[in-house]
């Protein structure tokens, strides 16, 4: 399995539970000396990879292929956001944003979807956020890189389910990790936390293949 933005928070999480249950995992993010402690604590393959240049795409897929001897489920995770005003958004700050949340996703995918196609098996699972179904004030790039993300997943599974291939998405509300902010806040046991997701999605994936959830929405019982 491949978790893309796998080095923290959601991503190395559900790389550590996939790891527990058997897993043979490969995880990507775009700081070298990130990825490689991560990989090292959680005991599975890690690479340098930024998800938005295609290059780097092509050499992540075809790393993960080689390297746990055949590829079956990619966890498209890696994401980043900001936060500001319509009239306060810049230019550059969009197409970031948008080069990671959604060409990235296209990429890393497009180059999954082929191997998957080819064996006739495989899960996409994209990681998109209640942000994907309800626009807020400062969302301007972030939300709207979550519901495009949100079209593409329809667009993939009705391409790929007659190839037996499953697309699915999950969309947390807010969770507690350094997404954002960069560090890692104290944690408040009403909200939700890494863990809570990676449990979901490896459920999800866990499903036989002659199944699939579409999509869920994960939120906090009652956040304090």
């Not at 240049?53 to 900001?82: K, M, P, Q, S």
């Not at 497009?110 to 196609?117: E, L, M, P």
Request: aromatic share 4%; hydrophobic share 45%; with cysteine.
């Amino acid at each position: 399995m491949l978790v893309t933005g796998g080095s923290r928070g959601i991503g190395k999480e559900t790389a550590r539970l996939l790891v527990e249950r058997g897993a043979k995992v490969m995880l990507c993010g775009r700081n070298e000396k990130v990825v490689q402690q991560a990989s090292a604590a959680l005991g599975c393959s890690g690479l340098r990879a930024d998800v938005s240049d295609a290059d780097d795409v092509e050499r992540l897929v075809a790393a993960t292929v080689t390297e746990l001897g055949g590829y079956d489920a990619l966890v498209n995770n890696a994401a980043i956001g900001t936060f500001a005003s319509l009239v306060d958004t810049e230019i550059a700050d969009m197409g970031r944003v948008w080069r990671i949340n959604v060409l990235g996703a296209f990429l890393v995918a497009q180059a999954s979807a082929k191997h998957f196609v080819e064996q006739g098996s495989g899960t996409i699972l994209n990681v998109g956020s209640t942000a994907a179904r309800k626009g807020f004030a400062g969302g301007t790039a972030y939300a709207s890189s979550k519901f495009a993300l949100s079209g593409l997943t329809e667009c993939w599974r009705a391409e790929l389910r007659q190839h037996g291939v499953r697309v699915m998405q999950i969309n947390p509300s807010e969770v507690q990790t350094e997404f954002g902010s960069g560090n890692q806040p104290a944690l408040n046991p009403t909200k939700l936390q890494s863990a809570d997701i990676a449990q979901a999605m490896v459920d999800m994936l866990a499903l036989p293949d002659r199944a699939l959830i579409t999509e869920t929405t994960v939120w906090a019982t009652n956040p304090q």
